[in-house]
């Protein structure tokens, strides 16, 4: 952040850099305008995630037979899809990177660089996708309404059922099929390598247990109640290690009025003891 404003205020004329000239500001200042929001958004979150390891700290020492207190911050009765807090944060972000590169635009068509508009059109095509989706994400909402899951317990536990309420603005019953499925996903860091032989380190993600349940027809109700059985083993929720597992509730429904129906949100599944 304090590099773009140091380079956009040189650019300008607005600073005096002893041995330094820094020309073109048409140019420079698209890059300072997305570096700056860069280093913002990377310092908000930086922020957060040091506040949030003081806690998970705190708690380990406070409460270690409770994992979950410091996982994540759950609500005990159910997690929901939160609509305009998602949809301003995509919306601020698309308004962001479109005007940095309308700003870039503007410089390479008075400039007659051909081929740093060839680049920006890449990056212009990449935008106008990334637009078209949240779009289809804001119809969908405006459609559809927010996903909301309610749990039986808090929190759930390996070994038995879990049952779940599912729900959105919209009645399943509008729709012609409705999927729920319950996924365990571990990420790591493999070593993948290419045709070349040529590796790299990458984060990979696998399903650990996978199960679902479909509705169709006179199954469908406005809301759905579908249970689980988890299954036992190794597969607790670790939001907090280096390979982090994490059970995921996938709702997808489709063959009604408007967009298809997909999302997915957490949901807390932990040990019978209570161990880590």
């Excluded at 806690?55 to 409460?63: G, K, N, P, S």
């Excluded at 990458?202 to 759905?224: C, I, N, S, W, Y």
Aim: include cysteine; charged fraction near 25%.
């Amino acid at each position: 952040m304090l590099g773009s404003a140091l380079l956009a205020a040189a650019s300008t004329g607005h600073l005096a850099l002893q041995g330094a000239w820094v020309a073109a500001p048409a140019l420079v200042l698209p890059l300072c305008w997305l570096g700056g929001w860069a280093g913002g958004a990377m310092l908000v979150r930086g922020l957060r995630e040091m506040a949030f390891a003081r806690r998970r700290r705190r708690l380990r020492a406070e409460r270690p037979d409770e994992p979950w207190r410091r996982d994540h911050d759950w609500n005990p009765d159910g997690a929901r899809e939160r609509p305009i807090v998602e949809s301003g944060r995509a919306l601020l972000t698309l308004g962001v990177a479109g005007s940095g590169l309308a700003g870039l635009h503007a410089w390479a068509w008075r400039h007659d660089e051909w081929l740093a508009g060839l680049v920006l059109g890449l990056f212009t095509l990449f935008w106008l996708v990334w637009a078209a989706a949240v779009a289809l994400a804001l119809w969908r909402f405006a459609r559809h309404g927010a996903v909301r899951v309610e749990w039986h317990r808090f929190p759930l536990r390996l070994g038995e059922r879990a049952r779940f309420r599912v729900a959105c603005g919209r009645p399943f019953t509008d729709f012609g099929r409705a999927t729920v499925t319950l996924v365990c996903v571990r990420e790591k860091a493999e070593n993948v390598t290419d045709a070349d032989g040529d590796s790299a380190l990458t984060h990979v993600a696998h399903d650990r247990h996978r199960d679902e349940r479909t509705f169709t027809g006179a199954e469908l109700a406005p809301e759905l109640e579908v249970a689980f059985d988890l299954p036992g083993g190794p597969l607790a929720t670790r939001l907090g290690s280096d390979a982090p597992t994490y059970w995921e509730l996938h709702v997808e429904a489709d063959g009604g009025p408007g967009p298809r129906l997909a999302t997915a949100l957490l949901v807390p599944v932990y040990a019978r003891d209570g161990a880590p």
